[in-house]
């Protein structure tokens, strides 16, 4: 199980890997491909900001929202290569963060005793 903390400081690092992978890993061309994980990572870090937890500065949302937004992003991120149409440029950063992402969602403990 992945305790709330760490949850957290997952959220920050996968949010910032995300604005950063497409300049790393040579697929920033102005497309989907390289939209697609950035907008994700900025969101991630927008409402890992407001979340209820301690590495948050405003408590405003539970971390069951948290959590469905996680997972919405993940999913979105693992088919957003075939959806959006850009297979054939990329599709392994995309599909290997989107499975994390959802592997973590589903190993995040959610009782208030973990945060």
Do not use: C, H
């Given at each position: 199980m ?5 949850h ?10 995300l ?6 890993l ?14 994700l990572?900025?969101?991630i870090?927008?409402y890992?900001?407001?979340t ?6 405003a408590?405003v949302?539970p971390?069951?929202?948290h959590l469905g937004?996680?997972a919405?992003?993940?999913?979105l ?8 149409g850009?297979?054939q ?5 995309h ?9 973590v ?11």
């Open positions: 992945i305790s709330v903390n760490t957290a400081v997952i959220d920050y690092v996968v949010g910032v890997l604005i950063l992978a497409p300049f790393l040579g697929f920033a061309n102005g497309g989907a491909a390289m939209w697609v994980p950035i907008l990572g900025a969101g870090l927008l890992s900001l407001v209820a937890y301690r590495y948050s500065v408590k949302i971390l069951s929202v937004l996680d919405a992003g993940g999913l991120l693992l088919v957003s290569p075939w959806l959006f850009f297979a440029l990329v599709w392994w950063p599909v290997i963060v989107g499975l994390a992402e959802l592997g969602v589903m190993m995040t403990q959610r009782n208030r005793a973990a945060a």
